[in-house]
C-alpha cells in the first residue's frame, strides 16, 4: 500500500474533521427540534384549560343544576345546546349566554318566546349578575357561582409545563446550529452567513421580552414554534443568497409587528366585529386595485409594486377573508344564513381566478369550506360548495388548457424529466441523494431550478438539511391545525374558535399543496410553504394567520385581564 | 361552544389528509430512492452519466471500472474492456442490461437513511464483484474472432456465470464516432446472452426430445426411416443427407430432421405443452435483469409446419440465457439453479451489503426425463461431436444450425454442460451466420471456453 494514502496529511485531517462535526450538526438540529416542538405542543396542552364550571344555572322550579361550561353558551331546547332546556315552550335556540370581560350576559337569538332578565325582555345583550333570573319560555334559571351551590371547588390544577425562556433557548441552540453550518458551508469559516440568523435570534428575544416581560403574557409556545421554523427557512434561504435571507428577516420583522397588532385587535371580539364590513370592502379594493395595476409574473397576476416593494396582496386578503368569516356565538345563532359570507368568498375566488391564482384559489376554497362548516354545520352546505367547487374546476380545465396539462403529467413526472415534470423529478432526486440528514447546507443542486427557494423549498430542505428536519418542520405545521381543533369550544368566544380553525386549516392545506405539489403526490401549483417559504407578503400574512390561533388561546388575554 | 367543538373535526379530515399524503410520500421514498437519486442530471454523481462512483471488479478482485477525478475509467487492457462492455456496461448507460445501469444505486452508494451523503464529506460509491472471470470472457471475445455471436458459461451448482460476452462490441473508455452510423457496430448495444433470441434450430430438438420421453412409451425401440426427407402434408421436409434407419437416440445425435418432424407431428399438443413447461414464453431474470422471452407458438401451425417447429424453424425463436438456464436445468435433474453475476456489493469500508446466491428456480423438466435427456446429450457427443472437443469433461451437449433465410449462413449453435462433478459447467454459444458448421464453429468456442473454465473450477 502508498504509504501517502495511510498517513493523510493535517489539511485533510482538519477537513475531514470539519465535516465530521457539520454532519453531527445536521443529525442535532432536527433531534432538537423534536425536542422543541414536543415540549411546545405539551405545554400548550398542559395550559389549556380544564373545563370545570364557574357558574351553575339553576331552575327555579326543580332546583336543578345546570353547569355553565364555556365562554359562550348556547341555551335552547335542541340538544346540541350547550345548556339544554327540557321545555317546549323555549326555542330549539333560544339565546346565548357570554361571559365578556366586563361580566355576563345574555342575548335573545330571536326566540319565539323572548328572554327575560328579572322579568324584563332582553334586547341585544343584557348583562347578568350572579342572583339573577333568566327565564325563557316556560323556564326560569338563576346564574349562581359555582361555589355557592355547595359544589366542590375545582381541583388546583398540577401544571408543570416546560419554561417558555427554556424552550425559545432550545430554538435559540438549533439556530446556533444552524448558524455554525452556514459558517463553514463554503468550505472555510466566514461569519458572515450567520448575520441573518444572529438578527433573527435578537428578534425572537425581543418579542419575548415585550410580549412575557412588559405585557405580562404567560405563554410562548407558538411564537417559539413559529421561530423555529422560521430559523429552518432563514438558514435555508440565507445558503442560497444571503441578500435573499436579509429581505426574508424583514418580512419576519414585519410579520412580528403584524402578529402583535392583530393579537391587541382580536382581543375585544366585539369591537372586532364591528370593522368587518369595513375589513371585508377594503380586501376587496386590494383586490380591484391588484386586477387593475398588477404585472404578470411567473403566469400569475397576483403582484403590485410599489416603488421598491412588490406585495401580493391576495396573501393580506387571506387575513381579511378569516376575519370576515368568523362571528360570534350570539350573532350565529340570530343571522343562520351564510348569504353574506358566500358572496364575499365568491369574490375573492373570482378575482384570484383572474389572476390565473389557482393555488391561492384553491387555499381560500378550503377556508371557505372550514368556515362555512363551522358556522353552519350542514353538510349539505359544504357538499354543494364542494359540487359547484367540482364543475369550477371542469370549466377550468376546459378554458384553460396549460392547468390540464399539469393533471396530466401528475403521477406521470418520470416520463417528462425535460419538460412539464422538470421540477418534480428533480425535487424526487435530490430529496432522495439527501437521506435523512441532508448534503450539507450550500451543498445543494436543487437550489439552482426554478422557483427553488419557494415553490420547492420542501425538497431544498430535505437536500441540504434531511428529511428528517423537513417532516419535522411540516408535521409542525400539521399539529398547529390539531392545536386550533383542541381549542376549538374551549375559547373565549365562537368568533376565535372559527378564526384559528380555519387559519390552522389554511396554514396546513397550503403546506399540503406546496409539499406535495413538489413532490408529485398532488399536481404542481406554486404555493408558499408557511414559515419556511422566500417571500415577503407570505412571511407577513403567515403569522397573521398565526395571530388568530394565539389569540384563540384564552391565556393569552388572561394576564392583561389580571391587571385591571 | 359545544358545537364549535366537534365541528372543528373538518380539521381532523384535512390533518389526516396530510397525514395520508405524507405517509404516500415517504412510502415511495422508500422504494424508489434509490432509482430517484441516480438520475443522470443528479449533481451529486461527479457528473458520471451512468451515476456510478464505485468500482465494478470480476471474480477475481480485477478493476473492470472505477472513477477517478470525476471520469469513469475502465480496465486498462482493450480486449478486456470489450469483452466486458456488456456486462459492465458504457459511461452513457446505454447498455440497459448492464451492471452499471441496473446496480447504478448500489454503485452511486445510496442508502436510504444517508442519501448520496457521506458524515466525511467524501463520497464514494459501493464496490460490485461480479461472478465473471475477466480471463474467460476475452478468451470467449477471442475466440468469436469478430464474428457476431454470444458465450455464456455457468457454473450449474452455485449459479455463478463465469463468462458472457456479445458481439459486436466498443470500446467504452472511447466511443467510436461511428458507433450509431456504422453497420459493423449493430447490435453493440445489445447483450444478445440477455436481450436477443434467434431461430434455434436442431438446439430445439432438446425440448422435442424431452416431450417424446415422456410421451412415447416405446421411444428407445422405435426406428425412424430417414432417407433424406419426407412429406408431410404436401411439404418436404429435409435433412442434410440420407442416415438410413435410425433409433431414437441416432436420430437426435445426427439431428434428423425427418425423425423429428414427424415425432413432432405425432405429439401435436403435447410439444407446445412441454415447450412451455421448460421455460418457452416466458422471461427469465439475472439478477434483476429480464431478459427477452423465449417463442414457441404454433396454435395456428398446419402439420408441416408443426413439423418444422419440432426441429427448431418455423416461428420458434430461443433466448440464449434461457438455454443455459436449460442446460442447467438438464445437469440439476430438471431444475436449476439459476445463474446470478453480482458475487457481492461492498461498502467502501469493507463491509459486504449484498451476496449473491444462486437459488434454485422452477422445474423445467421431470427429474426421470432429465436423466435420459443426459443420456441422449452425452451420446451427441461420444458418437458425433468427438469426445476430443471436450477431453475429461463428460459433455453432454445439442448442436444447432438454423436457418435465418435472406441468402445469409445459418446460425451455429452449441449447447450443454459437463456432467461431471469435478467441473459443473453449462454453456450456451452461438455464432451468427458461420458456413462452417456447428462444431466447427460453436463446437471450438465452446471447447476452449469449457477447457479454461475447468482449469478455472479445478
Redesign the interface.
Known amino acids: 500500500m502508498n504509504l501517502a494514502f495511510s498517513l493523510p496529511s493535517l489539511a485533510s485531517l482538519v477537513q475531514g474533521g470539519i465535516s465530521l462535526l457539520l454532519f453531527l450538526l445536521r443529525v442535532a438540529v432536527p433531534v432538537l427540534a423534536i425536542v422543541v416542538a414536543e415540549r411546545c405542543f405539551r405545554s400548550l396542552r398542559l395550559g389549556r384549560r380544564r373545563e370545570d364550571p364557574v357558574m351553575v344555572l339553576e331552575n327555579r322550579t326543580t332546583h336543578a343544576i345546570l353547569p355553565v361550561l364555556y365562554w359562550e353558551n348556547s341555551i335552547g331546547r335542541s340538544r346540541s345546546c350547550d345548556v339544554v332546556l327540557r321545555d317546549q315552550t323555549a326555542s330549539r335556540a333560544h339565546a346565548v349566554l357570554l361571559r365578556r370581560e366586563s361580566g355576563w350576559f345574555v342575548a335573545d337569538t330571536n326566540s319565539k318566546a323572548g328572554t327575560f332578565v328579572n322579568g324584563r325582555r332582553v334586547r341585544g345583550r343584557e348583562p347578568v349578575n350572579p342572583g339573577d333570573v333568566i327565564a325563557m319560555g316556560s323556564t326560569a334559571l338563576t346564574l349562581k357561582r359555582t361555589a355557592d351551590v355547595g359544589a366542590p371547588p375545582p381541583r388546583p390544577a398540577r401544571r408543570r409545563a416546560p419554561s417558555p425562556a427554556g424552550l425559545l433557548f432550545l430554538t435559540l441552540l438549533t439556530q446556533a446550529m444552524l448558524a455554525v453550518q452556514l459558517a463553514f458551508a463554503g468550505g472555510k469559516f466566514d461569519a458572515k452567513p450567520m448575520l441573518p440568523l444572529a438578527a433573527l435570534a435578537l428578534l425572537e428575544w425581543a418579542l419575548y421580552l415585550y410580549s412575557m416581560k412588559m405585557l405580562g403574557h404567560v405563554s410562548f409556545e407558538l411564537e417559539t414554534l413559529a421561530f423555529l421554523l422560521c430559523g429552518v427557512g432563514l438558514a435555508l434561504q440565507t445558503g442560497i443568497s444571503v441578500k435573499d435571507a436579509y429581505t426574508q428577516l424583514c418580512a419576519v420583522a414585519a410579520g412580528v409587528v403584524l402578529y402583535r397588532f392583530l393579537i391587541w385587535f382580536l382581543g375585544d371580539m366585539d369591537h372586532a366585529m364591528r370593522w368587518r364590513v369595513a375589513i371585508g370592502v377594503t380586501a376587496l379594493v386590494l383586490f380591484a386595485v391588484n386586477l387593475l395595476l398588477a404585472r404578470s409574473r411567473n403566469g400569475a397576476r397576483n403582484w403590485i409594486t410599489v416603488g421598491p416593494v412588490s406585495v401580493q396582496p391576495s396573501e393580506f386578503v387571506k387575513i381579511a377573508f378569516v376575519l370576515v368569516g368568523t362571528s360570534t356565538l350570539d350573532r350565529l345563532q340570530t343571522y343562520k344564513n351564510l348569504t353574506g359570507f358566500i358572496g364575499f368568498s365568491a369574490l375573492c375566488m373570482g378575482a384570484l381566478f383572474l389572476m390565473r391564482d389557482f393555488g391561492t384559489a384553491c387555499i381560500f376554497f378550503a377556508g371557505f369550506l372550514i368556515i362555512a362548516f363551522m358556522r353552519s354545520g350542514s353538510v349539505r352546505t359544504v357538499s354543494l360548495a364542494l359540487a359547484v367547487a367540482a364543475l369550477g374546476a371542469f370549466l377550468i380545465l376546459k378554458i384553460k388548457p396549460y392547468v390540464a396539462q399539469r393533471f396530466e403529467v401528475w403521477r406521470h413526472v418520470w416520463e417528462h424529466t425535460g419538460d412539464e415534470g422538470y421540477q418534480q423529478v428533480r425535487v424526487l432526486s435530490y430529496t432522495a441523494s439527501g437521506g435523512l440528514f441532508g448534503v450539507g447546507l450550500g451543498r445543494g443542486c436543487l437550489r439552482d431550478v426554478f422557483a427553488a427557494e419557494n415553490d420547492l423549498v420542501f425538497g431544498v430542505i430535505c437536500e441540504e438539511m434531511g428529511i428528517l428536519l423537513a417532516v419535522v418542520c411540516v408535521v409542525v405545521l400539521a399539529l398547529l391545525a390539531f392545536y386550533a381543533r383542541s381549542l376549538a369550544s374551549r375559547s373565549r368566544s365562537a368568533f376565535y374558535s372559527i378564526a384559528a380553525c380555519a387559519a390552522g386549516g389554511m396554514l396546513l392545506f397550503q403546506a399540503c399543496l406546496n409539499v406535495f405539489g413538489a413532490t408529485d403526490v398532488l399536481p404542481l401549483t406554486g404555493v408558499t410553504l408557511p414559515f419556511l417559504s422566500l417571500g415577503g407578503s407570505s412571511m407577513v400574512s403567515v403569522w397573521g394567520m398565526l395571530a388568530f390561533l394565539k389569540a384563540c388561546d384564552e391565556r393569552t388575554y388572561a394576564a392583561r385581564r389580571r391587571k385591571r | ?12 379530515l ?2 389526516a ?3 395520508f ?2 405517509g ?3 412510502r415511495d ?1 422508500v422504494l ?3 432509482f ?2 441516480v ?1 443522470s ?4 454523481l461527479n457528473g458520471t452519466g451512468v451515476a456510478a462512483s464505485g468500482r465494478v471488479l470480476d471474480r477475481g478482485g480485477a478493476v473492470l471500472a472505477q472513477t477517478k477525478d470525476g471520469k469513469r475509467v475502465y480496465s486498462p487492457d482493450l480486449a478486456t474492456r470489450c469483452a466486458m462492455l456488456h456486462a459492465v456496461g458504457d459511461t452513457d448507460g446505454f447498455i440497459s442490461t448492464s451492471v452499471q445501469y441496473n446496480f447504478r444505486s448500489e454503485l452511486s452508494g ?8 457521506t ?4 463520497a464514494s460509491g459501493n464496490d460490485v464483484t461480479l461472478t465473471l472471470d475477466a480471463g474467460l470472457c476475452r478468451l470467449a471475445r477471442e475466440k468469436l474472432a469478430g464474428r457476431n455471436g454470444l458465450a455464456a458459461v455457468c457454473n450449474y451448482r452455485t449459479g455463478e456465470l463465469l463468462c458472457m460476452v456479445s458481439t459486436p462490441d466498443f470500446d467504452p473508455q472511447n466511443p467510436p464516432k461511428d458507433l450509431d452510423t456504422n453497420k459493423a457496430y449493430s447490435g453493440a448495444y445489445l447483450n444478445k446472452v440477455l436481450s436477443s433470441t434467434f431461430t434455434p434450430g436442431s438446439v430445439f430438438k432438446v425440448v422435442t426430445a424431452a416431450a417424446a420421453i415422456e410421451n412415447i412409451t416405446d421411444l428407445d425401440s422405435r426406428v425412424w426411416n430417414c432417407n433424406g426427407s419426407v412429406v408431410i402434408n404436401g411439404n418436404r421436409i429435409t435433412d442434410i443427407g440420407a442416415y438410413g434407419t435410425l433409433h431414437f437416440k441416432d436420430a437426435l445425435a445426427k439431428s434428423s430432421n425427418v425423425a423429428f418432424g414427424q415425432i413432432a407431428v405425432e405429439l401435436g399438443s403435447k410439444l407446445p405443452a412441454e415447450a412451455d413447461r421448460m421455460g418457452f414464453n416466458r422471461s427469465f431474470s439475472l439478477d434483476g435483469i429480464p431478459t427477452a422471452e423465449s417463442v414457441y407458438d404454433v396454435k395456428s401451425a398446419s402439420a408441416d409446419q408443426l413439423a418444422w417447429s419440432g426441429v427448431g424453424q418455423y416461428t420458434d425463436m430461443a433466448n440464449p440465457f434461457h438455454m443455459l438456464v436449460l442446460m442447467d436445468a438438464a445437469a440439476n435433474g430438471g431444475t436449476p439453479v439459476m445463474p446470478y453475476l453480482v458475487k457481492s456489493v461492498t461498502s467502501p469500508a469493507g463491509l459486504p451489503l449484498r451476496v449473491g446466491a444462486g437459488e434454485t428456480g422452477p422445474e423445467l423438466i421431470q427429474p426421470s426425463t432429465a436423466e435420459r435427456l443426459k443420456g441422449y446429450l452425452r451420446y451427441n457427443v461420444t458418437s458425433q461431436y468427438g469426445e476430443s472437443l471436450f477431453p475429461g469433461l463428460a459433455v453432454c451437449a445439442k448442436t444447432g444450425t438454423a436457418e435465418v433465410g435472406g441468402g445469409k449462413a445459418p446460425n451455429c449453435w452449441m449447447m450443454g454442460f459437463s456432467s461431471d462433478e469435478e467441473t459443473p459447467l453449462a454453456f450456451v454459444v452461438m455464432v451468427e451466420n458461420s458456413s462452417e458448421g456447428s462444431v466447427a464453429s460453436a463446437g471450438r468456442i465452446a471447447s476452449s471456453l469449457m477447457t479454461a473454465a475447468a482449469k478455472l473450477a479445478g
Open positions: 361552544m359545544k358545537t364549535m367543538g366537534r365541528r372543528s373535526l373538518v380539521l381532523i384535512l390533518a389528509g396530510f397525514f399524503g405524507l404516500f410520500f415517504l421514498l424508489h430512492g434509490g430517484w437519486a438520475q442530471f443528479n449533481g451529486h445510496y442508502s436510504l437513511v444517508m442519501g448520496l451523503a458524515p466525511t464529506g467524501k
